[in-house]
C-alpha cells in the first residue's frame, strides 16, 4: 500500500484538490476574494481555486503529524514580513481561514475535533490513502 509520505506532494494536493471540489460541503466563503492569508502578506491570492488548494494542503498536514490545533497551522502558514529598511519579523498565518477550513472539513466528515485539536477520520485516512495510490501510478 502506498502513503501519502511516499508520493509527490505537487501533484498529491492538485488530485486531493479536485476531490475536495466535489464535495459539496467545502466551498469558498464570499469575503475570500478580498481577504490576505496573514499579516505577511500584501494582497490576497491570485488562484482561483486557493480555497481548495489550502483545503487539501490542511487535510495533507492533519495526515501527516496526526492531531494539530489551529495554532500550529497558523505558525505553518505563517511567513516574514518586510518593514521597509527594517529587518524581517516573522508573523503567523490567518486563523479565520483555517479555522473555516477545518469547520468545511467537519461537516465533510474528513476531520473530527479532539481535545487536542483537530485529528484525520477513517473516511479521510481512505479518501487520503486512495488519491495517494492513483498518484503513485
Known amino acids: 500500500m502506498v502513503s501519502v ?21 467545502i466551498k469558498p466563503p464570499e469575503w475570500m476574494k478580498f481577504a490576505k492569508t496573514g499579516a505577511h502578506r500584501e494582497r490576497p491570492p491570485e ?14 498536514r492533519i495526515y501527516m503529524e496526526g492531531t494539530i490545533g489551529i495554532e500550529r497551522l497558523r505558525s505553518f502558514y505563517g511567513g516574514a514580513r518586510q518593514h521597509g529598511y527594517s529587518p524581517k519579523h516573522f508573523k503567523k498565518g490567518s486563523g479565520n481561514i483555517l479555522r473555516k477550513i477545518l469547520q468545511q472539513l467537519e461537516r465533510a466528515g474528513l476531520v ?20 495517494a495510490y492513483e498518484v503513485s501510478k
Open 5 to 25: 509520505r511516499e508520493v509527490s506532494a505537487e501533484k498529491f494536493i492538485g488530485r486531493l484538490k479536485e476531490e475536495l471540489k466535489k464535495i459539496g460541503e
Open 47 to 60: 488562484q482561483p481555486d486557493f480555497w481548495y488548494i489550502r483545503s487539501a494542503s490542511v487535510l495533507k
Open 112 to 131: 473530527e475535533k479532539t481535545k487536542k485539536g483537530r485529528k484525520i477520520t477513517p473516511k479521510g485516512q481512505k479518501l487520503l490513502n486512495n488519491i
